[in-house]
DNA sequence: AACTCGGGGTG
DNA sequence: CACCCAGAGTT
């Protein structure tokens, strides 16, 4: 317990319940939890007023920040930007937007095309979906959406998205929720239900909705977002440099990095695969993911999960007759690459399969991996395969 | 409410 | 290693 001079009540001083007021506007699907304190407006235009200062001489220079107004720019951000951390997307952004400069350039081109530029970022459903959306706005003259609703229509374009457009691109009064906000929120309000928890998320959601400034509601919205990044952060938050520190209880009662409360994740399996590479000067005998799964779209060596019940020998002589080559002219193995998933772990047994050109059928095409898109698995099996024949 | 869907950074 | 990240969509 901290006992911090300050000028101000905090809000376990001063919570009380405190239910919509003019100045807010509450979503038609919130109700209020039972339990829910909203800090008194006093409070709330302190936070605000602190929060836009503080973003004002610390806001990051990213490169959709050089972009207002940019719809299309931030949309792109926005949906690299899920679940992916802001200087693992900077470099994708740069790329994907000098060679889909618009809307237009975007919705012509290819799924292997887009998925190149997409390659290594993760979950490439965000590429399809973006792609999908891509052509929905074109074929409707070219321009955004810029309402919430109209935004949610959009495949890809959750709540968190729509309302990160709608504020910071088009800056309409709307709030966003985060893992950084919620991190800040459970904090600063000391919330220790499981944020995973529906009746939490709306708390959030209700607390977002409240704190919104009546302007400036984009640059609000990244500020939260900014504190979490850089000073609210999950693992040691600098609580000495935050604008909020006479605001947030969970400072004042003295551990604030316990919060917030998650439930614990499951135990991953764990998958053993056997992979057939086939290699032909720069070319290597590729197959395509089908859409919808894992790596959905993209390309990969030729590989099958080898069951319990069977023996890698037996999973490989499987791929090799999919393949059309039952007997090639030598299997030679490689090693094993590790790869792990949020919730896999996946192994591959490599195999360096010589065969006759003539030998190979078509369910399989001769492809250059540097043209297509792969994933992360597959460069590293790509890096095994050099480090044994060098 | 629980799963799926990547990959990288962090302590 | 475990946990987290500018979440969305499906079941």
Redesign the pocket.
Known sequence: MSSLPRGQPTNGEILRALWPTAETVMPADVELPANVDLPASAVRQAIRRKLLTWYDRNK?D?P??RRVGDGYATWV??IM????????VIPYFERFMTRFPTVRALARATDDQLLAHW????????AA?LHKAARMVAGNGGSLPDTVDGL?K?????????G?IASIAFDRRAAVV???V??VFARLFEIDDDI????TQKRFWVLAEELLPRGRCGDFN?AI??L??TVCT???PQCPACPLRNHCVAYENGDPARL?V?????VVPEIGHVVAMIRRGDSFLMTKRPP?????G?WEFPNTVVENSESPETALERVLKQLKIPKPKSIEPIGRVT??????LMHFDLFEISANSKQVGVVAKWTRPGKVGI???CKRMLTKLRMVNS
Do not use: C, F, I
């Open positions: 990051r990213l959709w920040r951000s926005e930007l899920q679940q992916t951390q802001v200087e693992t390659q290594g970022l993760g979950y490439y459903r965000r979906n949610l959009l495949p890809g374009v959750g709540r968190y998205t729509a990160a985060d893992g950084n919620m991190r995973a928890d529906a009746r990244q977002m900014d979490g990044a999950p693992t040691g917030p998650r439930k614990r994740a499951r919808g799964g894992l790596w959905s993209l790869h792990r998933l949020t919730h896999r994933s992360t698995a």
